[in-house]
T-cell receptor
Framework: EDKVVQSPLSLVVHEGDTVTLNCSYE??????LLWYKQEKKAPTFLFML????IEKKSGRLSSILDKKELFSILNITATQTGDSAVYLC??????????FGKGTRLHILP | DTGVSQDPRHKITKRGQNVTFRCDPI?????LYWYRQTLGQGPEFLTY????????KSRLLSDRFSAERPKGSFSTLEIQRTEQGDSAMYLC????????????FGQGTRLTVV
């Protein structure tokens, strides 16, 4: 069965630190990998990754995919308290089915 | 606002009652997804549609759950004979098919079964 595993499940760091969130997957018909940020209600989209080795960047956030080793990482540099959230990784198959991991709960201490 | 809309936002029901939730996707999006999310967990896949066709329903889903998308636009999720374990956030998302784009989420319906 398809699955997405995120680690760590929870992380507490101080403002200004850099964090790396991990996502590994086992999917039979992989098409793309998605990262979302969830604060209170609806997940909001961060990145879509389809090709190995190509970094996506948005401000202090960046992400990269390794399709050979079946994982992705999400980096956040110079963290701020507003980065506190649950970060969700999801995998999209060629049938467009989207499977999520359990998420990483990130808490930034001021 | 042309985002994904869910109604109601909150629902409190007594155990054993039936509840129905509605999701209006973004207008040009053919794919529609339902997820359930409990505290500390990621969204759990329930079912998804391509237009009016239900493509897959989670094997973990009880027969008390049913979803429809009769005209390929809005969708409803019904839970019959609710149980306390059904208490969760129910999220709807939509996307354009075969376009390799992300899914956009609604604000969710929070169900509390008492």
């Amino acid at each position: 069965e398809d699955k997405v595993v995120q680690s760590p499940l929870s992380l507490v760091v101080h403002e200004g630190d850099t964090v790396t969130l991990n996502c590994s997957y086992e999917v039979t018909n992989f098409r793309s990998l998605l990262w979302y940020k969830q604060e209170k209600k609806a997940p909001t989209f961060l990145f879509m990754l389809t090709s190995s080795g190509i970094e996506k960047k948005s401000g202090r956030l960046s992400s990269i995919l390794d399709k050979k080793e079946l994982f992705s990482i999400l980096n956040i540099t110079a963290t701020q308290t507003g980065d506190s959230a649950v970060y969700l990784c999801a995998v999209v198959g060629w049938d467009d089915k989207i499977i999520f991991g359990k998420g990483t709960r990130l808490h930034i201490l001021p | 606002d042309t985002g994904v809309s869910q109604d109601p936002r909150h629902k409190i029901t007594k155990r054993g009652q039936n509840v129905t939730f509605r999701c209006d996707p973004i207008s040009e999006h053919n794919r529609l997804y339902w997820y359930r999310q409990t505290l500390g967990q990621g969204p759990e896949f329930l079912t998804y549609f391509q237009n009016e066709a239900q493509l897959e329903k989670s094997r973990l889903l009880s027969d008390r759950f049913s979803a429809e998308r009769p005209k390929g636009s809005f969708s409803t999720l019904e839970i019959q004979r609710t149980e306390q374990g059904d208490s969760a956030m129910y999220l709807c998302a939509s996307s354009r098919p075969q376009m390799n784009t992300e899914a956009f989420f609604g604000q969710g319906t929070r169900l509390t079964v008492v």
